[in-house]
C-alpha cells in the first residue's frame, strides 16, 4: 500500500500506466501492462556460457540507460530539492539531513550503474555466470538497493516529499516539463516525487530478476546453475522487502498523521515503522489501543502510553474450552495484559506478526518479507528465555532499578545485573523475578563506602550462606535467613575503622544468640559461652591475656551467682562475684600451695584481700599443686551441642538430595578457590540412608573395590578388619583433604572455629577438657555424617568367619586418624601448657640420666644383668664397658622415638606395642631363648628405652593417647603397655632415681 500527500491509500498497481521514457521503454512495470518480449527466446539446455554472454549483452544496454536515468534524476529532480532545503532557514535539520543522505546514496547507486557498464563494456564477449556482477555481487547489490530504500521511506515517514513540495512549488510551476518527463501524471507534486525516486530502482531489480530467470531456465539439472540460483533468490527477497518496506512506511506515516502532538512526540522516530495498529486489525483490550512497532510495542490507555522493546514481550495463545473466544495473552514486565479478537483468523495474524516482530528484534535484523503467502502462527518461533535491558516502573521493590540480564515470560530469570538510582546494584541469579541463588549485592554506607554481600539468595531475601564487606571494615561470614543473620556466622573487624573484635558463633534474627566466642583484643579479654539477643546471657568463660580467667552464669551481660576465678598463680575462687571481679559474698579461696580462706570476701580481686573467713592449712597427704590441675567448662553448653548450627546446615544439605549445585549455600564457599581447579572426590546420598545413623552406628561397605577385588576371597576375610580400616581411611582421607568435597568444606570449617576459640594470645591450659570434647564430638558427628557418602564399593556388608567385623569400625578407629592432624596443633599446644609444669620436671631427670653410660644406668634401674645386651657392646682400644653409651636396646630407642612423629593415637599405639617387642626381641636375643618379659623386668627396660629416646613432652603424649584412643581397647595389651608407659613417666620424674654425684 501507498499514501497519497492526502492521506488516502491506494494500491500502486491501480495506478494509471506510467510515461515510458527512454529508460524504460521496452520493459514492464509493476503498474503497466506486460509488454512483448521482443528478444530471442532461449531454448532450454542452451549452453551456460553462450546465454550469459547474451544476457550480458542485454544487460549492458539496460545499465547504461538505467545509469542515464539516475543521472538525470539527480541532477534535474534530486539536486534542486537538496539546493532548496539547505537555503529555507525554517526548515526542520532531520529533513535537510535525511534529503542530503538520500541525495548520497543515489549517488551511491549511479556509481554501482556504472561501474557495471564499464565492466561489462570490457567483458561483454568473454563474460561467464561466474565474473557477471549479478551473480558475483548480489548480497553487495542487494546491501546498496536495502540502504537507499530505507533512506527513502524514511524520507517519505517524515512527510519530506510534502515539505518539500510546498518549499519548492514555485520551481515546478516554473518546469512542469521536467516532471512530466519521468512522471506523466504531474498534478500532484509530492506523489510525483515519491514515483520518480523510487520506481525506476524498484523495476531494476525486477529485471535483474527477469534475466537471472532466464538464465536458469532449462538449467534446472546443471551444477553451474547453483550461484545463478542463489543471486535469483537474493534479488527476489529485495523485491519483496522493498515492496513491503513501502506499505510499512505509508502506513507508519498515516500513523503519525493520526495521532495527536503529543503522542506523535513521544513515539516517533524516522526509523521507527508500524507493523499493526489494533484500529485497522481490531485486538480489544478495555479502551486501550494496540500499535506493533518494528522495535517496540505501545499500548495506549487513554492518555496513558506504556512502550515496551519486543526484547521484553512475550505473547501467548490463550486456550478456552468453555467459550468460542479468540484471546491474546501479552506478558511485559511488571503487567499482562488479555487481548480478545474477533475472529480466529485475526487471533492468527496478531500472534504471527508478534512473533515476527519479537524474533527479529532478538535476531538484531530484519529479514524481510515480514509475513507473505504460507505464513502461520506455527511457522515462527520465539525463545522464552532471552537476554534484555529494562528499568521498572512500579515494582514494590525494583521501581527505577534498571535490570539487564536474562529473562522468562515477562520476569528476571537466571544471571543478571540490577542497577538502582542511588547506587545499589546486584548481580547474580534471579528466578520468578526475584534474587535467588549467589549473587552480590552492593549498597552505599557511609560518605565514601560501601556494604558489599556477596551471599546465597531464596526469593529475594539473603538465605543460606554468604560473606558481607560493610564499609566500617567488619566482615560476616556465615549463613542468613530472610535477610538477617541466622544461624552459624563470624563477624570481624580488623580494626582499621573501628575497634578489632571477632565473633565466632551462632545468630538468631541478627542478633548473637546460642554458643559463641567473642575475641575482644582492645579489652584484652575472650568470652566463650551462651548468647541471648547480643548479650552474654547463660554459662560462659572469660579469659583474660594475663593469665586470669573467671567461669559463671550470665545474665545480660552481667555475671550472676556463683562463679569461679582462676589466676596467673594458680589461685581459685570460687563464690560469688560481679563482672568487674568485685567479689560481693561468700566464697572459697584456695591457694596454689594449697591453703585456703573460706568466709566472707568483699574486695575486688588483685585489689588485696578483705575477708571474715576461716584459714586452713592443706592436709599432708594433699597435692600442693592440686589448682594448677583445674579446668574451666563443666557448666558450659554439651560439646555435641555448642557447633550445632555448621552441622545442622550440612543436615539440610543431605536432606535436599546433596546437589552440588547447592552445596555452597549450605556449607559456605571460599573466594580464594573459585578459579582453583576442581578435583572432587565424587560424593552422593544413597536414598535408603535419609535418616541419621546413631554415635554409636557402623559404617558397613565392601572393603573388595578397586586393584583389590582380584584378591580371593580367603584372603579377604582374613585380612578383612585391616582392608576395611585402610579402604575406610583412604577415602575419607581424600574426601576431608579434597577443597569442594562436602566433608571437606565442613571439616575445614571446624578446624576454623576450633582455631579462633582455643588458640591465639588467650590459649589457655584450663581449656583443655572442653577442646578434646570438642575434637571427639567432631568426630562422632563426622563418623554420623561420613556414612552418606560413601561410594557404593563401601556401602556393601563385609562378612568374615567370626561375624560382622564393621561393627569394631567407629569414629575412633575411622575418623579420629584422619582428622585429628588438622587439629593437632592448637589442641596438642594445650596438652602441653597443661602438662608443662611435669614435663619439665621429666626433662630434668632425663638430662641426669643422659650423661650415664649403658652399663650405669641399667645397674641404676636395677635390671637384671643376664638382661644386659653387653655383645652389642663394641670397644676400641683402650675403651671400657664402663663408659659406653648409647649402644644397648638401640632398636627399641629407634623405634619409640618415632611416637611423637605421628598425631594419630592409634599409630602412637602401634609404636609402643612395637617398642615392646623390640626389647622383648633383644631380651631373647641375649638369652638365646623365646621370653615373655614380667612387669617387673619390662619397667626398668622401659624406663632405660625412654630415657634415651629424649621424647620431649612425654606427658602430653601420653595423655592425649589416653584421650584419643578407641575405649573399646581399655583393659587389653595396649592400655597395659600405655600405663607402664606412664609409671615410666612418673619414675623419670622422682628425685630418687638421680645420682648425687654423676662424676662417680
Not at 726 to 736: D, E, S
Not at 742 to 748: F, K, Q
Request: hydrophobic letters at 35%; a neutral charge.
Amino acid at each position: 500500500m501507498l499514501m497519497e500527500p492526502g492521506g488516502r491509500r491506494q494500491r500502486v498497481e491501480s495506478n494509471p500506466r506510467p510515461h515510458l521514457s527512454r529508460f524504460t521503454a521496452g520493459r514492464m512495470s509493476p503498474c503497466s501492462k506486460p509488454l512483448p518480449n521482443t528478444r530471442p527466446s532461449v531454448r532450454p539446455g542452451t549452453d551456460v556460457k553462450e546465454k550469459c554472454q547474451r544476457e550480458a549483452a542485454y544487460l549492458f544496454k539496460l545499465e547504461q540507460a538505467f545509469k542515464n536515468q539516475l543521472s538525470d534524476i539527480k541532477a534535474q529532480i534530486l539536486q534542486p530539492l537538496v539546493k532548496a532545503e539547505a537555503a529555507d532557514l525554517k526548515s526542520r535539520a532531520h529533513l535537510k539531513e535525511h534529503l542530503s543522505v538520500l541525495e548520497a546514496t543515489l549517488g551511491v547507486l549511479c556509481d554501482r550503474a556504472e561501474d557495471h557498464c564499464l565492466h561489462l563494456n570490457e567483458n561483454l564477449r568473454s563474460s561467464t555466470h561466474e565474473e557477471l556482477y549479478l551473480v558475483k555481487d548480489a548480497q553487495y547489490l542487494k546491501e546498496v538497493y536495502i540502504t537507499y530504500f530505507t533512506m527513502f521511506t524514511n524520507y517519505v515517514v517524515l512527510s519530506g516529499f510534502e515539505h518539500i513540495a510546498k518549499l519548492t512549488s514555485d520551481y515546478w510551476k516554473r518546469n512542469k516539463n521536467t516532471l512530466k518527463r519521468y512522471h506523466k501524471d504531474s498534478s500532484s507534486i509530492p506523489m510525483s516525487l515519491h514515483r520518480i525516486l523510487h520506481e525506476p530502482m524498484r523495476f531494476q531489480v525486477q529485471k535483474y530478476i527477469d534475466i537471472l530467470r532466464k538464465l536458469s531456465w532449462g538449467l534446472e539439472k546443471n551444477p553451474e546453475i547453483k550461484p545463478i540460483a542463489e543471486a535469483l533468490v537474493t534479488f527476489t527477497d529485495l523485491n519483496k522487502w522493498i515492496q513491503q518496506s513501502l506499505d510499512v512506511a505509508a502506513s507508519t506515516k498515516a500513523l503519525w498523521s493520526s495521532l495527536g502532538s503529543k503522542l506523535t512526540d513521544l513515539l516517533f522516530l524516522p526509523g521507527r515503522r508500524l507493523m499493526e495498529d489494533s484500529n485497522n486489525l481490531p485486538a480489544t483490550c478495555g479502551d486501550s489501543r494496540l500499535l506493533l512497532f518494528e522495535d517496540s510495542l505501545v499500548i495506549v490507555q487513554g492518555s496513558e502510553v506504556k512502550s515496551y522493546r519486543l526484547n521484553v514481550v512475550w505473547i501467548e495463545r490463550l486456550v478456552d474450552t468453555s467459550s468460542e473466544r479468540n484471546r491474546l495473552k501479552i506478558i511485559v514486565p511488571e503487567e499482562e495484559f488479555i487481548y480478545n479478537m474477533r475472529d480466529s483468523k485475526s487471533l492468527t495474524v496478531w500472534l504471527w506478526k508478534l512473533k515476527q516482530a519479537v524474533r527479529q528484534c532478538l535476531g538484531g535484523k530484519l529479514d524481510y518479507p515480514m509475513w507473505g503467502e504460507g505464513s502461520t502462527e506455527t511457522t515462527c518461533t520465539v525463545p522464552a528465555r532471552r537476554f534484555a535491558t529494562y528499568t521498572f516502573v512500579s515494582h514494590p521493590r525494583f521501581t527505577d532499578a534498571t535490570y539487564e540480564g536474562d529473562w522468562h515470560k515477562g520476569k528476571p530469570q537466571g544471571s543478571g545485573i540490577m542497577k538502582w538510582p542511588d547506587g545499589r546494584n546486584y548481580a547474580g541469579q534471579y528466578e520468578g523475578g526475584q534474587e535467588h541463588g549467589f549473587g552480590v549485592h552492593v549498597a552505599p554506607g557511609n560518605p565514601e563506602s560501601f556494604d558489599c554481600y556477596k551471599c546465597h539468595w531464596k526469593m529475594g531475601k539473603m538465605c543460606g550462606y554468604g560473606i558481607c564487606e560493610y564499609g566500617n571494615g567488619t566482615v560476616y561470614k556465615g549463613y542468613f535467613q530472610d535477610k538477617q543473620r541466622h544461624g552459624f556466622g563470624i563477624l570481624k573487624n580488623s580494626g582499621l575503622k573501628n575497634l578489632p573484635f571477632m565473633y565466632v558463633g551462632h545468630w538468631e534474627n541478627d542478633k548473637k544468640s546460642g554458643y559463641g566466642v567473642l575475641d575482644d583484643p582492645d579489652r584484652g579479654e575472650r568470652y566463650i559461652g551462651s548468647w541471648l539477643e547480643d548479650c552474654r546471657h547463660g554459662d560462659g568463660i572469660v579469659i583474660t591475656q594475663s593469665g586470669l580467667c573467671y567461669e559463671g552464669t550470665f545474665h545480660n551481660n552481667k555475671i550472676m551467682g556463683p562463679g569461679t576465678i582462676m589466676s596467673e598463680d594458680d589461685s581459685a575462687y570460687e563464690g560469688e562475684f560481679t563482672e568487674d571481679l568485685l567479689l560481693t559474698g561468700k566464697g572459697k579461696l584456695t591457694f596454689s600451695s594449697g591453703y585456703v580462706i573460706e568466709g566472707l570476701f568483699s574486695n575486688k580481686w588483685g585489689s588485696g584481700l578483705k575477708t571474715s573467713g576461716v584459714f586452713s592449712k592443706p592436709p599432708g597427704n594433699t597435692n600442693p599443686v592440686i589448682t594448677s590441675k583445674l579446668q574451666l567448662g563443666s557448666r558450659l553448653t554439651p560439646a555435641r551441642d555448642r557447633w550445632q548450627g555448621i552441622f545442622d546446615q550440612f543436615w539440610e544439605f543431605i536432606k535436599s538430595g546433596s546437589d552440588e549445585s547447592s552445596l555452597e549455600s549450605f556449607l559456605g564457599f571460599h573466594s580464594e578457590n573459585v578459579k582453583e581447579r576442581r578435583k572432587n572426590v565424587p560424593y552422593r546420598v544413597p536414598a535408603a540412608k535419609a535418616d541419621p545413623l546413631s554415635p554409636n552406628a557402623s559404617l558397613r561397605f565392601n572393603p573388595c573395590d578397586g586393584t583389590n577385588d582380584a584378591n580371593s576371597g580367603t584372603a579377604m576375610q582374613n585380612q578383612g578388619y585391616l582392608a576395611e580400616i585402610q579402604w575406610m581411611k583412604q577415602y575419607l582421607k581424600k574426601a576431608f583433604e579434597s577443597t569442594s568435597h562436602p566433608l571437606g568444606t565442613l571439616l575445614r570449617k571446624l578446624v576454623q572455629v576450633f582455631q579462633y576459640t582455643y588458640s591465639g594470645i588467650c590459649m589457655y591450659k584450663r581449656l583443655l577438657t572442653i577442646a578434646q570434647q570438642e575434637v571427639v564430638s567432631h568426630a562422632l558427628q563426622l563418623f554420623e555424617l561420613a556414612s552418606h557418602f560413601l561410594p557404593t564399593s563401601l556401602e556393601k556388608e563385609y562378612y568374615s568367619d567370626v561375624g560382622n567385623i564393621s561393627d569394631e569400625l567407629n569414629a575412633y578407629t575411622v575418623i579420629i586418624p584422619v582428622i585429628l592432624p588438622r587439629f593437632y596443633p592448637d589442641l596438642f599446644m594445650l596438652y602441653m601448657l597443661y602438662h608443662e609444669a611435669d614435663d619439665s620436671s621429666y626433662w630434668r631427670g632425663i638430662l641426669h640420666l643422659e650423661n650415664l653410660p649403658d652399663t650405669k644406668l641399667l645397674e641404676l634401674l636395677e635390671v637384671q644383668k643376664i638382661l644386659w645386651p653387653l655383645q652389642d657392646l663394641h670397644l676400641t682400644n683402650n675403651q671400657r664397658i664402663s663408659i659406653v653409651k648409647d649402644v644397648c636396646f638401640t632398636s627399641a630407642i629407634l623405634c619409640f622415638q618415632k611416637i611423637s612423629t605421628t598425631a594419630d593415637p592409634q599409630l602412637k599405639l602401634e609404636t609402643l606395642m612395637k617398642t615392646y617387642r623390640e626389647i622383648e626381641r633383644t631380651v631373647s636375643r641375649v638369652l638365646n631363648r623365646e621370653y615373655n618379659l614380667p612387669m617387673d623386668d619390662l619397667l626398668p627396660l622401659l624406663v632405660y628405652v625412654v630415657s634415651r629416646a629424649k621424647i620431649q613432652h612425654l606427658g602430653a603424649e601420653l595423655h592425649l593417647i589416653r584421650d584419643m584412643m578407641d575405649p573399646t581397647t581399655v583393659g587389653g595389651m595396649n592400655d597395659f603397655l600405655l600405663t607402664a608407659l606412664d609409671s615410666c613417666y612418673q619414675h623419670i620424674q622422682r628425685e630418687e632415681i638421680r645420682p648425687s654425684s654423676l662424676t662417680k
